[in-house]
């Protein structure tokens, strides 16, 4: 899925590329998550769509509920759907943010493997910046 530890970073354009792809994927299921949320709000709640739609943001937002609910079917679908929303937030935000924190950590992984190639004799040391201890 991503490239090892021990190999380059990925090249720029390629990288650009990813990125969209999994924020893709992250829209797709926060679309999929508004819908399911807009439509079992309509049902269960009894609520006009666009209300539906507003309660289904809010509580994948991770701001809670507009207004009250009168029956028990859109209370019980509330809670769940709050449960859920909860974790979908969580999934999608990670699914968004995975390439770019392994780019990071993968940044740190070819300098370190650069700085072993370097101090196990390959490449002659830079004086710049390095100190000798006495």
Request: charged residues 20%; aromatic residues 12%; proline residues 4%.
């Amino acid at each position: 899925m991503f490239e090892h530890r021990s190999e380059a970073l990925l090249p720029r354009h390629l990288f650009r590329r990813r990125v969209v792809r999994y924020a893709t994927y992250a829209g797709a299921l926060l679309v999929g998550s508004l819908t399911m949320g807009t439509v079992g709000f309509a049902y269960f709640a009894d609520e006009k769509p666009i209300d539906a739609l507003l309660n289904a943001a809010m509580l994948l937002g991770g701001m809670g509920p507009v207004g009250q609910f009168d029956s028990t079917a859109g209370k019980l679908f509330a809670t769940f759907f709050a449960l859920y929303a909860g974790l979908a937030f969580l999934g999608i935000a990670t699914i968004l943010f995975a390439p770019i924190f392994h780019r990071l950590i993968h940044g740190f992984h070819v300098e370190e493997q650069r700085r072993k190639e370097i101090s196990g004799g390959t490449k002659k040391p830079s004086s710049r910046g390095t100190q000798e201890s006495p």
